[in-house]
C-alpha cells in the first residue's frame, strides 16, 4: 500500500564505512528525489532523476552517487561515511518535475559515528 | 536567490482556535507553491499545491492562498484540533525548466494544538 518506501528506516554506521539506502515508489511516477534534512530542519534536494536521467544535481560531495535502477526505484550510495553526513533522508516522487505534487517516503535517519 | 521564510517558527494554540501560517518568498517568479505537514520522525504529507495561477486551494478544513505579487502565501485551519499538531513546511517550485524540481523550502512552523 506504501506509495514511497525507504529502507532502512535508520541506518548507524562508523566513520569510513559505504552505505546505501534504497527507495522505491509505486505510484507510478517518472520522477524521483533525494533530498537531505539536516540538523536544523532544513530540507535541501540532492538528486533528482525523470525516466531515469539524471536531470538535477545539486552541489553534493561526489562521495555521494544516486543510481536508478527503473523508472519505480532511486537508490543513494554513500562512500567515505563522514559525521557531517549525518541526517534524515528522503526520497520523493512526482509525475514529472513541472512542478507537480511531490509524494515523500518516511526518510531514513542516519547516523555517522 | 529564491529565500523562503516561514514567521512563526513555533505555535501553540487550544483546540478549536483558528490557525494562521505565514510563508513568504523573496522572488516571485514562482511556478507553484505546496504545503506539507510533517509528523514528529515521519515523512511530509503534501496538503495542498497551489499553481501560480491560482489564488487559493481549500481541502476540508484547509485553505491556503497565494500572492505571488507580495511573495506570501497563508495556510489557515479551522477549529484546529490535537491531531493537528506537527510541524507544516511551505516549499516553491521555481519557474525555470533547469530548475524543474528543484523545491526550495521554508523552515517550517512547529504546531501544537493543546486539548
Known amino acids: 500500500d506504501t506509495a514511497v518506501s525507504q529502507t532502512p528506516k535508520y541506518l548507524v554506521t562508523q566513520m569510513g564505512n559505504d552505505k546505501s539506502i534504497k527507495c522505491e515508489q509505486n505510484?507510478?511516477?517518472?520522477?524521483m528525489y533525494w533530498y537531505k534534512q539536516d540538523s536544523k530542519k532544513f530540507l535541501k534536494i540532492m538528486f533528482s532523476?525523470?525516466?531515469?536521467?539524471?536531470?538535477i544535481n545539486e552541489t553534493v560531495p561526489n562521495r555521494f552517487s544516486p543510481k536508478s535502477p527503473d523508472k519505480a526505484h532511486l537508490n543513494l550510495h554513500i562512500n567515505s561515511l563522514e559525521l557531517g553526513d549525518s541526517a534524515v533522508y528522503f526520497c520523493?516522487?512526482?509525475?514529472?518535475?513541472?512542478?507537480?505534487?511531490?509524494?515523500f517516503g518516511p526518510g531514513t535517519r542516519l547516523t555517522v559515528l | 536567490k529564491q529565500e523562503v521564510t516561514q514567521i512563526p517558527a513555533a505555535l501553540s494554540v487550544p483546540e478549536g482556535e483558528n490557525l494562521v501560517l505565514n510563508c513568504s518568498f523573496t522572488?516571485?517568479?514562482?511556478?507553484?507553491l505546496q504545503w506539507f505537514r510533517q509528523d514528529p520522525g515521519k515523512g511530509l504529507t503534501s496538503l495542498l499545491l497551489?499553481?501560480?495561477?491560482?489564488r487559493e486551494q481549500t481541502s476540508g478544513r484547509l485553505n491556503a492562498s497565494l500572492d505571488k505579487s507580495s511573495g506570501r502565501s497563508t495556510l489557515y485551519i479551522a477549529a484546529s484540533q490535537p491531531g493537528d499538531s506537527a510541524t507544516y513546511l511551505c516549499?516553491?517550485?521555481?519557474?525555470?525548466?533547469?530548475?524543474?524540481?528543484?523545491?526550495?523550502f521554508g523552515a517550517g512552523t512547529q504546531v501544537v494544538v493543546t486539548p
Open positions: 505510484l507510478g511516477h517518472d520522477t
Open positions: 520523493a516522487s512526482s509525475q514529472d518535475p513541472n512542478g507537480d505534487t511531490q509524494y
Open positions: 516549499a516553491v517550485y521555481p519557474p525555470s525548466t533547469d530548475s524543474w524540481g528543484k523545491l526550495q
Open positions: 522572488d516571485s517568479a514562482i511556478y507553484n
Open positions: 532523476y525523470n525516466n531515469k536521467e539524471l536531470i
Open positions: 497551489i499553481q501560480s495561477s491560482q
